[in-house]
């Protein structure tokens, strides 16, 4: 398997090769393009119950398409929303991604929910991130540009939620608001993730809710 993102960071496309008989797993809608002999296969994302259970709790859609080459193929993927894409190889260790940065995957990698707390209903809206784990690799896409933290044992960042991509499993986090009372109301953050190290944390540099309301603001005109 060889692959590549062009047009970074503002509009990434994945472009994945494949060898007859290898296989990647992307989310639905995210095919741009494929070229070649290539079996598609619409399918639950770690089982009938794990799939429901993601699609009710972390608003993701119930089926995820795996493509199979039977000769040699080439497949585009893009994300919904303009970005930078980022490749992250998964073995013992894994990841704790926002709900809409999945992009595909390949290997034997399993996708579930991460409970956020009841905290996390008020910082975005649901409850849960998606946990990818197993061996192989995973790309996840952000609203802008990526930008990755090594945390050192001890070491502490405070991240607005919505900047928020991903985490790797096992690092400490919580989601807690943002300063005193008064901050937390008129200071336009909200809530916040506490991230504690070691781990490794990932953040995108632009946020759609911001994006959205400046929108519907010109719309009303």
Do not use: C
Request: hydrophobic content about 40%; charged content about 25%; proline content about 4%.
């Amino acid at each position: 398997m060889e692959w590549s993102i062009d047009y970074r960071p503002a509009y990434s496309i994945l472009k994945v090769k494949l060898s007859p008989g290898e296989e990647v797993t992307s989310e639905p809608g995210a095919m741009l393009l494929y070229k070649g002999d290539v079996e598609i296969k619409t399918h639950t994302a770690g089982g009938a119950f794990r799939g429901l259970l993601r699609a009710v709790a972390a608003g993701e859609s119930f089926f995820v398409n795996t493509y199979k080459a039977k000769s040699p193929a080439e497949i585009w993927f893009a994300p919904s929303i303009p970005g930078d894409i980022m490749y992250m190889e998964l073995s013992d260790e894994g990841l704790v991604v926002q709900d809409t940065s999945y992009l595909a995957h390949h290997g034997d990698i399993g996708l579930s929910i991460a409970w956020r707390g009841l905290r996390g209903f008020l910082a975005e809206g649901e409850l849960f991130w998606l946990k990818v784990a197993g061996r192989g690799g995973v790309w996840i896409n952000s609203y802008g540009s990526i930008d990755k933290l090594e945390l050192k044992p001890g070491e502490r960042v405070i991240i607005d939620n919505f900047h928020f991509v991903a985490l790797t499993e096992g690092t400490k986090w919580r989601i807690r608001k943002f300063g005193g009372w008064k901050s937390f109301i008129f200071g336009g953050e909200g809530l916040v993730v506490e991230v504690e190290g070691p781990g490794t944390v990932y953040v995108q540099s632009r946020i759609l809710p911001t994006f959205a309301k400046l929108v519907r603001k010109y719309m009303r005109r």
